[in-house]
């Protein structure tokens, strides 16, 4: 991910979205404090909050129990939605050591941001896992991109939503899609999620 979030709209002009960080480290990336690109919140009448922005590390290994966030902003007192979440990305050479917490959520509003996606890779994965997890609260559909997807699995929760609209395609091999309480996944008219393997496992569907 290589965007900055998009900012926040109110009568007076718009908050900021979230910035973008790049860490590239050929051994270890050590981390025990905290690493933001949240998006800032609605400080005007009416003025919904920033989107995250994006945060991609690579490294040999990644380790310790520190914090990276890439969340939306919340809304002004008086109104407004919350900013989307953003992107994050962890790639590293070795199976991940890190404890501590990962989040790219949606901020609070009159309509809660939709949330970020989460994306790490090791080197067992020919492709990766992508998560989305909006913190318990159902918010704006997160919508793919135009480019196909190719992931080994995706983790929906927590309110989250992965919306798959027209011309959009994801594909999972083998399809291992997770939708633990509270998430969900809409494909619309025109939409692919497929995949390439015949054997299909769904922990929970509504």
């Known amino acids: 991910p290589v ?3 998009s900012g926040g709209s109110h009568h007076s002009g718009s908050e900021r979205g979230g910035g973008r960080i790049h860490v590239e480290v050929g051994g270890t990336f050590h981390l025990d404090g ?3 690109a949240n998006g ?5 009448y009416a003025g919904g909050g920033g989107s995250g922005g994006s945060i991609w590390i690579e490294a040999g ?3 310790g129990a520190g914090a990276l966030r890439a969340n939306g902003g919340n809304r002004n007192n008086y109104g407004g939605g919350g900013g989307g979440g953003g992107r994050i990305a962890l790639y590293c050479g070795e199976e991940g050591q890190f404890t501590g917490t990962i ?3 949606g901020g609070s509003g009159h309509t809660y941001g939709g949330a970020g996606t989460v994306y790490h890779k090791t080197p067992s994965q020919e492709y990766g896992t992508l998560v989305l997890d909006n913190n318990g609260h159902a918010g704006t559909g997160t919508q793919t991109v135009p480019t196909p997807w190719h992931l080994d699995a ?3 929760r927590d309110g989250a939503e992965l919306l798959v609209i027209d011309g959009h395609e994801v594909e ?4 291992e899609l997770v939708l ?4 969900g996944v809409r494909v619309r008219d025109g939409g692919v999620l497929r995949s390439a393997h015949s054997a299909y496992d769904f922990d929970r569907v509504d």
Request: glycine share 14%; charged share 20%; proline share 7%.
């Open 61 to 63: 290994v990644i380790e």
């Open 3 to 5: 965007d900055l979030g």
């Open 103 to 105: 989040a790219a959520y």
């Open 154 to 156: 995706v983790e929906i």
């Open 40 to 44: 800032k919140n609605g400080a005007y």
């Open 180 to 183: 633990p309480d509270g998430g």
């Open 34 to 36: 905290v690493v933001s």
């Open 172 to 175: 999972i091999e083998p399809l």
